[in-house]
């Protein structure tokens, strides 16, 4: 399956500590998605690249969060001290190009538990 | 600021209806407009795309319309059926950066 895989797909931890997602997306995608959902709420745009560089960042990204793309492949989200609220599933997509309205394909997610 | 509505309640119907559903979005103008399924702890999964410059796109049992004056884009499943149960999510994407921002979502139940 060449889809956009994305690990781990369930992490618990505990408030206060770091975790990091990562996202392999499509090959030759060139940009790629980080969304945050939560129960009953639709995905919520985090960030985003064009290649390796990371265009845009949503304010729900606070200084704990951080991304990358190196290279312009794979993705790593990462989330330092963290809390209760950021429990959510983290959702990754990617797309051939955005501006003809290309097909985004999403991971299946990972879902964090912070107890 | 910028706002999308999916209807929050279920929407029932029973199988071989069609079922409609609604996006309406306010303080947008969007390049083009997504609709998406969902299935519970799954990724969501794109289904069509249809552009500003178009009022209705089909494909199979799915058809799309999108109307910039009303701020609409309703979401037809015609000959529904039990496998269709899932939640819908629409999610225009504005020119520019074309990020696609999405509504909470419907929930379709299609009873047997």
């Known amino acids: 399956d060449t889809g956009v895989s994305q690990d781990p797909r369930h992490k618990i931890t505990k408030r206060g500590q770091n975790v990091t997602f990562r996202c392999d997306p499509i090959?030759?995608?060139?940009?790629l998605y980080w969304y945050r959902q939560t129960l009953g709420q639709g995905p919520e745009f985090l960030t985003y690249?064009?290649?390796?560089?990371?265009?845009?960042k949503s304010r729900l990204l606070s200084d704990r969060f951080s991304a990358e793309r190196p290279k312009g492949s794979f993705s790593t989200l990462e989330i330092q001290r963290t809390e209760q609220g950021d429990s959510a599933m983290y959702l990754c997509?990617?797309?051939?190009?955005?501006?003809?309205?290309?097909?985004?394909?999403f991971g299946e997610g990972s879902w964090l538990t912070v107890v | 600021s910028q706002k999308i509505e999916q209807n929050s309640e279920a929407l029932n119907i029973q199988e071989g209806k069609t079922a409609t559903l609604t996006c309406n979005y306010t303080n947008y103008s969007p390049a083009y407009l997504q609709w998406y399924r969902q299935d519970p702890g799954r990724g969501p999964v794109f289904l069509l795309l249809i552009r500003e410059n178009e009022k209705e796109k089909r494909k199979e049992r799915l058809k799309v319309t999108f109307d910039t004056t009303l701020k609409q884009s309703l979401f037809h499943i015609t000959a529904s059926q039990p496998a269709d149960s899932a939640t819908y999510l629409c999610a225009p994407a504005s020119g520019g950066s074309y990020i696609p921002t999405f509504g909470r979502g419907t929930s379709l139940i299609v009873h047997p």
């Open positions: 690249f064009q290649n390796e560089a990371q265009l845009e």
């Open positions: 090959s030759e995608h060139n940009r």
């Open positions: 997509a990617s797309t051939q190009d955005s501006f003809s309205g290309n097909t985004i394909y």
